[in-house]
């Protein structure tokens, strides 16, 4: 309460009337009227004081209106300069880490999309080398039959021919081929097969080692996926505090315009008023959803990275089975029926290891898009709190 002396509220009152006078403060609502109970005093008393003594008790009413008005003005602009200071600390480094994200998933896209091309040709390759393997097979089961249709008798020979019983070891010979034609073509077929057997090894290979390098393709992805996940878990966090933050501005502003109220001030003039009309303009708030669909995306990324990975260890080992010697050139049904199960395996978790990197490119161009989202919206806050 301001103090008044009692020489200035004797100076208020004069004999037989009533004099009242205020420190004006805005238009009727800053200025609070000097009590308008009049006290007499005697005409004695009245006479002794001089008009400079009025004069300087509504001087001093005057200037205790405006430390008042100046300190309530102080006070109103200190609480909305900490909710400011607040946003600042909570919503500044926002961009960077969103930014880290972006790099991250933006790792995990060429990279799985590369996994996804390398798996891809892996299974490509592996159906190429089954296809060439049946080829191979039915080759070799031509050959048998010619090699027993060669160890017959002339008369078994010829009896054979007649029958037609060997129609698959004459096919694109003519009905009256000999023992010499169909030696010519067990040759000409041996070729073939021997040249068909080095181009499926060959095929073996090159799926074994796309296989390989899937393997290291989808363990980046499982990483950069992993490292996003975590990252974007904090950032939600960081994200919320954030946007309390901006909340608590916004009743800050509507509580500093309630303050001033009575005060002969323009908001639009105060610089405080100013700084955080400019914030919330730019701030406007996070989408935490968003960013819990960025965090989703790339543990589910670096799930089926992850899977991709085990697939593709897996598969590089059952191609390389499939491919060895002790496999390839084993006799026998069960070890024909084993190579085959053995390339069938590879070929499977080739389909697999592709599938898992092709999930895991499309999930992080998801999670892409919408950390640049928030990241533009960061960017424009983040340079209005510097």
Avoid: H, W
């Avoid at 933006?106 to 080398?129: D, F, P, Q």
């Avoid at 919330?280 to 899977?307: E, F, H, P, R, W």
């Avoid at 697999?352 to 640049?372: E, Q, Y």
Wanted: charged share 25%.
């Amino acid at each position: 309460m301001r103090k008044v002396s009692i020489i200035t509220l004797s100076l208020v009152m004069l004999m037989n009337s009533g004099v009242v006078f205020s420190a004006p403060r805005k238009a009727n609502k800053r200025r609070n009227a000097v009590n308008t109970n009049t006290t007499s005093v005697t005409t004695a008393n009245a006479t002794a004081l001089e008009e400079s003594d009025v004069q300087n008790a509504m001087e001093e009413l005057e200037i205790n209106e405006i430390i008042e008005g100046q300190t309530e003005l102080g006070v109103a602009s200190s609480k909305l300069q900490e909710k400011i200071n607040a946003v600042k600390n909570s919503c500044s480094g926002i961009k960077k880490d969103l930014d880290s994200i972006f790099g991250l998933n933006v790792a995990t896209t060429v990279v799985s999309g590369v996994g996804t091309l390398t798996s891809g040709g892996a299974l490509t390759t592996g159906i190429i080398k089954s296809v060439k393997d049946k080829k191979i097979e039915e080759n070799k089961q031509q050959s048998s039959d010619i090699k027993k249709l060669l160890e017959m008798s002339d008369e078994e020979f010829d009896q054979a021919i007649l029958s037609g019983e060997v129609s698959n070891v004459l096919d694109g010979l003519p009905s009256t081929a000999t023992k010499e034609d169909i030696e010519k073509k067990q040759t000409a077929l041996q070729k073939e097969i021997d040249k068909d057997t080095k181009l499926s090894q060959t095929l073996g290979n090159v799926r074994t080692g796309l296989m390989a390098g899937s393997i290291a393709t989808s363990a980046v992805s499982t990483g950069t996926s992993i490292a996003s996940s975590i990252n974007a878990k904090k950032l939600a966090e960081k994200m919320k505090s954030c946007n309390n933050a901006i909340d608590e501005l916004k009743m800050a502003k509507s509580q500093f315009l309630s303050d001033i109220d009575d005060l002969d001030v323009e908001p639009s003039k105060s610089a405080v008023y100013t700084k955080a009309d400019d914030i919330l303009k730019a701030c406007k708030g996070y989408d935490k959803d968003n960013i819990k669909q960025v965090q989703t995306m790339s543990t589910a990324s670096a799930v089926t990275s992850g899977i991709g990975t085990a697939t593709s260890i897996a598969g590089t080992i059952t191609s390389a089975m499939a491919n060895s010697k002790n496999v390839r050139n084993a006799e026998g049904d069960e070890a024909e029926k084993k190579e085959k199960n053995l390339n069938l395996a590879s070929n499977i978790m080739a389909g697999i290891s592709t599938g898992t990197s092709g999930a895991s490119t499309v999930l992080s161009a998801i999670s892409i898009s919408k950390a640049k989202k928030d990241s533009e919206m960061a960017e424009e806050c983040e340079n209005i709190l510097k």
